[in-house]
């Protein structure tokens, strides 16, 4: 089992569609988790950290369940150019060892 | 403007030649970090350095090598023993050791003909 998994999509959603995907984790003493944007053929960005009483900016939501082990993104009122890649990502810092997920794609059609 | 360049964009290599990519970053990080893409898969890390002149092996050293000689800049080594070195290398940079927000350069395409 991959320490990290995410559902690796594609998500094929309607503008202004809800989307939500998530991210589990299998190390229970991983402590830091982020969620990264990555667009085609380009670099990571971050796009949000994940917090333990959960996160929001702007359509964004972002929330962490520790019990289940996953972390998980909402995006809300979708836009065309929310199309990307989402990558979850776990830090262990105890190891000092962070882990990329393959990454979830999105598509949002007009 | 504070952040990270990797060159070139994209390098194309002959089997059997070694080639080196450079990153660059003026964000005054202690941590640096290289990475590599395939194809529908996440970034599994090459090697990292926390600080200058010390760095550390990570998932995939194998066929690789790095420096540290100065604080801005973490070149990496594709040597001729990597197998498979067709990939997108993505290098970042963080203030600390893999705990903080990474922030990733532009990328170098290598595709080995």
């Known amino acids: 089992r991959k320490e990290v998994e995410q559902d690796p999509g594609p998500f094929n959603v309607p503008e202004g569609a809800t989307v939500a995907f998530n991210c589990t984790y299998s190390?229970?003493?991983?402590?830091?988790f982020f969620w990264y944007r990555q667009d085609c053929r380009k670099e990571p960005k971050l796009l949000m950290s994940?917090?333990?009483s959960g996160n929001e900016d702007g359509r964004f939501t972002a929330q962490l369940n520790r019990a289940s082990q996953y972390i998980s993104l909402l995006i809300r009122d979708s836009k065309l150019s929310d199309s990307a890649t989402y990558l979850c990502?776990?830090?262990?810092?105890?190891?000092?060892?962070?882990?990329f997920g393959s990454g979830t794609r999105l598509s949002i059609r007009p | 403007d504070g952040g990270i360049t990797q060159s070139p964009k994209y390098l194309f290599r002959k089997e059997g030649q070694n080639v080196t990519l450079s990153c660059e970053q003026n964000?005054?990080?202690?941590?640096m970090y290289w990475y590599r893409q395939d194809p529908g898969q996440g970034l599994r890390l090459i090697y990292y350095?926390?600080?200058?002149?010390?760095?550390q092996k990570g998932d995939i050293a194998e066929g690789y090598s790095v420096s540290r000689e100065k604080k801005e800049s973490f070149p990496l080594t594709v040597t001729s023993a990597q197998k498979n070195p067709t990939a997108f290398y993505l290098c970042?940079?963080?203030?600390?050791?893999?705990?903080?927000?990474?922030?990733f350069g532009p990328g170098t395409r290598l595709t080995v003909l």
């Open positions: 970042a940079s963080s203030i600390g050791l893999r705990t903080d927000t990474q922030y």
């Open positions: 190390n229970s003493a991983s402590q830091s």
């Open positions: 994940v917090y333990s």
């Open positions: 990502v776990v830090v262990y810092s105890s190891a000092s060892k962070i882990i």
């Open positions: 964000l005054n990080h202690d941590a």
């Open positions: 350095s926390q600080i200058v002149n010390d760095f």
